[in-house]
């Protein structure tokens, strides 16, 4: 079965809304952990705002090389009761949202990653359907901003599947869901 990981950019305050501030951050292996993390999976699913942030950005972007191939040519899923056109080899997720995502995860294939989409990320995480989390913690305290776990998030329990540490100051730490049987 498919995995749905959800990999975010993060400050150390937790805001993960419009990530400009990664970019003095940046270094090689941050770069190819990025790399191989896309070619691991095999689809994106998106929320409405990322999808069009990225849809705008992407397929012009120059010199960004297999990376670039990568995202502009895997499918995209993405999450919105308002869009009507998809483009950028996309297809919006139509009806219950719970059951469309563990219909992809049913399906063979590669995990599906998910990039930004807070509020996409904030439903799946509420809706038990999230896999993996991989937060890439930049050393910088931004201040305010959308988070994915926020005021009125229900508790969840995870354990550290794999820590990270880049010569930026950047971590990435992953974690899995604990079920809430093995809770206790």
């Known amino acids: 079965m498919r995995k749905v990981i959800v990999s975010e950019f993060v400050s150390l305050d937790g805001v993960a809304e419009n990530p400009a501030w990664t970019f003095q951050f940046g270094s090689k292996e941050q770069e190819q952990y990025k790399f191989d993390e896309l070619f691991a999976c ?4 998106l929320g409405r705002v990322t999808y069009q942030g990225f849809a705008a950005a992407w397929p012009a972007m120059k010199g960004t090389g297999e990376y670039g191939e990568r995202m502009n040519s895997m499918p995209k899923y993405v999450a919105s009761t308002t869009l009507t056109q998809m483009e950028w080899n996309a297809s919006r997720i139509k009806g219950d ?3 469309e995502v563990s219909r992809l995860k049913q399906q063979p294939g590669q995990d599906i990653l998910v990039f930004g989409s807070c509020e996409l990320v904030y439903t799946l995480t509420q809706l038990d ?10 050393p910088i305290v931004v201040g305010s901003g959308k988070r994915i776990f926020r005021d009125g998030s229900e508790q969840k329990i995870l354990k550290r599947v794999e820590t990270k540490t880049f010569s930026s100051g950047v971590v990435v730490l992953s974690y899995e869901p604990v079920a809430k049987q093995d809770e206790k």
């Not at 359907?129 to 930049?138: A, H, K, N, P």
Request: glycine share 0%.
């Open 42 to 45: 095999d689809a994106l699913l």
């Open 97 to 99: 949202l719970a059951e």
């Open 129 to 138: 359907l999230i896999d993996e989390y991989r937060l890439m913690v930049f």
